[in-house]
T-cell receptor, first 116, second 114 residues
């Protein structure tokens, strides 16, 4: 069965620090990969996604993620975080089977707190 | 993008009662899903709501506890039956963007069972 692992449950950074959140998945076939963000009191929003092509994808608000197929990883990065990046971040994987869409599986989430 | 409205946005319920959550989408979508987000945890897929047929439930979720309806391509309901405090959670409706392949989420229904 598919699974998604996020290694960091809580991350605390100061503003301007660099961010990298780890995400690994278990599935050997074709996958679509996503990072979602949930700001305090708000609903989930898509940060970025990877379907195919360039493994380095850029999303909103200066975030990027790199798909490394050999490592089954899709880590999220941002060179310089801001206080407004305080949120919970979820990695999600959709494994593609013949016949159509499969369900989206979420990681446990990483709570990021950025201090001014 | 799809705009998803859920009602109620929050409710406090008594043990043993049932609550139905409604999900309305502003456009026709093929795939609709119901997720649960328990306090401090990630999202867990409850079921896929199938239009005109029975929902497809994930392991650990059953129709008697979480009956789902989807009468058309823009509307679905999830009922949480015979509630217990363990059912206290945020229940989220989501839809698959036809052209984008991403999931869009409603704002969720926060349920507290006393």
């Amino acid at each position: 069965a598919q699974s998604v692992s996020q290694h960091n449950h809580h991350v605390i950074l100061s503003e301007a620090a660099s961010l990298e959140l780890g995400c690994n998945y278990s599935y050997g076939g074709t996958v679509n990969l996503f990072w979602y963000v949930q700001y305090p009191g708000q609903h989930l929003q898509l940060l970025l996604k990877y379907f195919s092509g360039d493994p380095l994808v850029k999303g909103i608000k200066g975030f990027e993620a790199e798909f490394i197929k050999s490592k089954f990883s899709f880590n999220l990065r941002k060179p310089s975080v801001q206080w407004s990046d305080t949120a919970e971040y979820f990695c999600a994987v959709n494994a593609l089977f013949s016949g159509g869409y499969n369900k989206l599986i979420f990681g446990a989430g990483t709570r990021l707190a950025v201090h001014p | 993008s799809a705009v998803i409205s859920q009602k109620p946005s929050r409710d406090i319920c008594q043990r043993g009662t049932s609550l139905t959550i409604q999900c309305q989408v502003d456009s026709q979508v093929t795939m609709m899903f119901w997720y649960r987000q328990q306090p401090g945890q990630s999202l867990t897929l409850i079921a896929t709501a199938n239009q005109g047929s029975e929902a497809t439930y994930e392991s650990g979720f059953v129709i008697d506890k979480f009956p789902i309806s989807r009468p058309n391509l823009t509307f679905s309901t999830l009922t949480v039956s015979n509630m217990s405090p363990e059912d206290s959670s945020i229940y989220l409706c989501s839809v698959l963007g036809i052209n984008t392949g991403e999931l869009f989420f409603g704002e969720g229904s926060r349920l507290t069972v006393l």
